[in-house]
């Protein structure tokens, strides 16, 4: 046998092997192939592509199967908003609905000035891992450790640190993909609808006589916004206010009376005398006559 029929040989043989696997391949391809709805890539055109994981799954491509499958809304997904929920809906063949526009808030205001510190921290300058190592440097075990993990996990420059060691929101920025809320291990990060002013800003639940030293601003749990509030919409639960969203009016009566300045935010104008005119039984709350102080004692004479 001469030298090219010893090459030859053996790469016939091999081609025919590659030839005959790939006509199995091909047959075992659709013998078992997937079924994919020709939805589900038109809806992953719809969708942003952030792969932020805000909607609750591991990215877009999951989100649009579980929109295409009924496991999802057609608005799932919340960094493309109304626009997305719109084409999204087109594509099911559904009416979409708007859900109202959320944007994440900082449920704290224990800053370097007005939360004291119990420790100092030479760690990895991250929340969680301060949290592992001592909980954290404030006298307050609720707070904002005041790292920047929230920043970090932020793809859409809507979180950036102060100078006081809080983060500040920029909500027309925040497109509520949730990352920082799942970042935050004191859970001090809450999406809030995107036009309520009214918060609490505290997350502390100790009593009252521990929360102040813990923090000047921190809620003591007094219920005084709980007994002004005329819709119900401010509880105490655990030491702690929280705000009903759906009840509340933004008429600030809670932020006037609050002690410690825990419940911050503008009043939506008008929105009492609405609330009033619309409940004529309601009366608002007298504001209660601030005392003069105590004259002091006349000196006597020598």
Known sequence: MNTAAQILIPVGIL???ALVFGLLLAVASKIFEVKVDERVPLVRDALPGANCGGCGFPGCDACAAAIVGGTAACNACPVGGAAA???IAKIMGEEAIEGPRLAAMVLCQ???EVAPRRADYYGVMDCREAVNANGGAKDCRFGCIGYGSCVKAC????LHMSDKMLPVVNRDNCTAC???VITCPKGVMQLVPYDHDIRVNCKNMMKGKFTRTDCSK?????RRCVKVCPTGAVTVADNLASIDYEKCIQCGLCVE???THAL???KKEGALEAYEKAHPEYKRPEAKPKKAPAKKPAKAEA
């Open 178 to 180: 949730n990352q920082c």
């Open 110 to 112: 224990g800053d370097c």
């Open 85 to 87: 929920a719109e084409e």
């Open 257 to 259: 009376v609050c002690p």
């Open 218 to 222: 921190g809620c003591i749990a007094c």
């Open 264 to 266: 911050t935010g503008n």
């Open 15 to 17: 081609g025919a092997m």
């Open 155 to 158: 793809k859409f420059d809507a």
